[in-house]
Nanobody
Framework: QLTLVESGGGTVHPGGSLRLSCAAS????????LGWFRQAPMKERERVAC???????NYKDSVKGRFTVFRDNAKNTMYLQMDSLKPDDTAHYFC??????????????WGQGTQVTVVS
C-alpha cells in the first residue's frame, strides 16, 4: 500500500537538468507527506526535499534554488525538478512516505530508487 516507484534518473553534464518522478497510490499520495532522499557511495543517506499534503516544501540547503519538488494530483505523482546539477548531486535517489515535511521519520520500505550521475 505504501509502494512508491521512482524513475527519471540518468547521466548529465554539470549544469544540466533532470526531472525525477515518484509514482504513488492514490491513498498514499493523498494522506502522507512525500520525501526525496539520496545516497552517494561512501556517504549516509540524506534528506533532499519534501512536500506535505498541503503543498508545503522543504529543501536541503545545498539544493535550494536549484531543485523544486511538486505534486501532480491527477497523476498521483511527485516530481523533483533538478536544475544546475553538480557532480556532488551524484547519488541514488529515493522517494518515501513521511508523516510530515520536514521529517526524519519514514513509512514503508525503501524501493529501488533511480540513479542520478553528474559527470564532467
Amino acid at each position: 500500500q505504501l509502494t512508491l516507484v521512482e524513475s527519471g534518473g540518468g547521466t548529465v553534464h554539470p549544469g544540466g537538468s533532470l526531472r525525477l518522478s515518484c509514482a504513488a497510490s492514490e491513498s498514499t499520495f493523498s494522506k502522507f507527506s512525500l520525501g526525496w532522499f539520496r545516497q552517494a557511495p561512501m556517504k549516509e543517506r540524506e534528506r533532499v526535499a519534501c512536500i506535505s499534503t498541503g503543498g508545503y516544501t522543504n529543501y536541503k540547503d545545498s539544493v535550494k534554488g536549484r531543485f523544486t519538488v511538486f505534486r501532480d494530483n491527477a497523476k498521483n505523482t511527485m516530481y523533483l525538478q533538478m536544475d544546475s546539477l553538480k557532480p556532488d548531486d551524484t547519488a541514488h535517489y529515493f522517494c518515501i512516505a513521511q508523516p510530515g515535511c520536514p521529517s526524519t521519520v519514514t513509512f514503508g520500505s525503501w524501493g529501488q530508487g533511480t540513479q542520478v550521475t553528474v559527470v564532467s
